[in-house]
């Protein structure tokens, strides 16, 4: 694929439940080569001997219901990672295999760098699992960078390199499969599992070799905060169908864009309740088949999702379309951008097309509710948008003669959260705000594109900086303290204020190298 464009009694049994847990901690991943089959047996015997006489660990009795979570871990190297597995599998400590899904399941995986989605629900035997599996059945990372002699912009779906493709599923440690339900997160690492030891070039090759790691979700809550306790944000979809009982409680099945190889994503069943927050409709009743929504959800044990906000911001589902990914550059006569690093639904849009938004309602999404704190004007309009903000665009346009129109006519555009890894060059406090100065790297899109586009009508100044703000909502999931010079990655809106970009950040997450 190449399309080029111009420019995560009793004191004595207390003390052994620690030591096991040190145990397990101890033993790391070396399960996966076979080294530690005997302390693994010694382990489950003591589990066997001691549980059902009211002992120290888990009873293992019946299954679990496993959420099967998508994530990833990445720089800023690629735009989109699309990624189709056939199957995937578990083996217990005795050597069982449990099958977690035989179907093919997709997801995009770049927009959930830092984030969550479901995948699979499945129910799971107790036990202990040592190893895990899965089959590949296609992907397509995809850079932006220049064509080295043409120096127009160029996309580039990488082709695999030499060999057949395999997958590696790591276990940092054994999987205690047990209890009602739990979560099992699925973290693409990125950078291992497409290495670009180069720019964006056109036919690019590279050996692509899925690596995940597979860890247990460390709690499932009522109401969780963030992604280390099940809670799942900006997800966008559209209704695939609606189910109403009684006044306040509705039920929706939502379908999840769609990318290039990854033509089976799931579709997620979702509730909704008193407390649930509509935005841009009055309530659950107002939800209509092929509606497009972005919302914020409560992981359920069962596997599905309790939403705590649904927002809409196109309210007309006739001949949707729906495009979720960063803008590329602004068109000729700046009534049009060209293109998105998109994922999509409906059969209009796609990444190569022209959008046309002079007739476009443009909008922020409402995910963030400080807006009016930040000491900026947080806009977005036709005429600060940039190249590299990550956009959510609607389109109602019917094909003409079989065709989608030329440019598309987009109905609503909204600018929506993304994830940015830098490096941190200056950190400062004001107003409530913890503020971080990050420079980008140089593929980074921001820069990248702005280097050979000059064209918004509000340039960036600066395109490889983003200063970053942070507030006391912000989550803060990085393991190490921020400094300068710390790489770190941070999740939220990106807006360009009078030529400088900044960030109203909503989670902090370790950074990858770049």
Request: glycine residues 10%.
């Amino acid at each position: 694929m190449n399309a080029r464009f111009s420019a995560p009694v009793k004191r004595k049994r207390a003390v052994m439940k620690d030591d096991l847990r040190g145990v397990f901690h101890r033993l790391g991943s070396r399960h996966v080569h076979g080294l530690v089959a005997v302390p693994l047996l010694l382990i489950a015997a003591m589990f066997a001997g001691c549980g059902g006489g009211g002992g120290f660990g888990p009873v293992f009795s019946g299954n679990t219901t496993i959420d099967l979570l998508a994530t990833s871990t990445a720089n800023d190297q690629l735009v989109q990672f699309p990624l189709t597995l056939k199957n995937m599998t578990l083996t217990s400590l005795t050597g069982t295999t449990v099958t977690l899904f035989s179907t093919p399941v997709s997801a995009e995986f770049i927009h959930l760098n830092g984030s969550l989605e479901p995948l699979a629900t499945v129910s799971v035997p107790q036990g202990i699992y040592t190893a895990a599996s899965a089959v590949f059945d296609g992907a397509a990372p995809v850079c932006v960078g220049l064509d080295p002699s043409s120096r127009e912009i160029l996309i580039d779906g990488a082709l695999n390199g030499p060999g057949t493709p395999t997958v590696t599923v790591n276990l940092p440690q054994p999987i205690v499969v047990t209890g009602a339900g739990m979560g099992l997160v699925l973290n693409l690492q990125v950078s291992k599992s497409a290495p670009f030891s180069g720019g964006c070039v056109k036919n690019l090759s590279v050996p692509i070799a899925p690596v995940f790691n597979l860890t247990p979700l460390p709690a499932i809550a009522t109401q969780p905060t963030n992604i280390s306790n099940g809670k799942i944000v900006g997800l966008v979809g559209v209704v695939a169908s609606t189910a109403v009982a009684g006044s306040q409680f509705t039920q929706f099945a939502l379908s999840v864009p769609r990318g290039y190889w990854n033509g089976n994503p799931p579709t997620l069943q979702v509730s909704t309740n008193g407390g649930t927050v509509y935005q841009g409709i009055v309530n659950g009743g107002d939800l209509v088949t092929g509606m497009p929504v972005e919302m914020d959800a409560a992981l359920q044990g069962d596997g599905t999702l309790m939403a705590t906000r649904v927002a809409v911001y196109n309210t007309d589902a006739t001949n949707l379309s729906l495009s979720l990914g960063q803008l590329l550059m602004p068109g000729i006569g700046q009534s049009t951008v060209d293109g998105l690093t998109t994922q999509m639904v409906g059969e209009l849009a796609s990444m190569d097309d022209e959008f046309g938004y002079g007739s476009a309602s443009f909008g922020v999404s409402s995910q963030f509710t400080n807006l009016q704190n930040l000491p900026f004007a947080a806009n977005f309009s036709a005429t600060n948008q940039v190249p590299g903000q990550n956009v959510l665009i609607t389109s109602n346009a019917s094909l003409v003669n079989g065709f989608p129109p030329s440019p598309f006519p987009a109905t609503t555009m909204t600018l929506m959260p993304q994830t940015i890894d830098g490096t941190v060059s200056a950190v400062s406090t004001s107003g409530g705000f913890n503020i971080y100065t990050v420079t980008l790297a140089a593929y980074n899109l921001f820069p990248n594109l702005a280097s050979e586009n000059p064209r918004p009508l509000t340039p960036l100044t600066n395109p490889n900086t983003v200063v970053v703000y942070a507030d006391s909502n912000t989550q803060m999931l990085n393991t190490n303290p921020i400094a300068v010079g710390s790489v770190v990655r941070f999740y939220g809106l990106v807006f360009n204020d009078n030529g400088t970009l900044r960030m109203d950040c909503a989670e902090i997450n370790d950074g990858v190298p770049e």
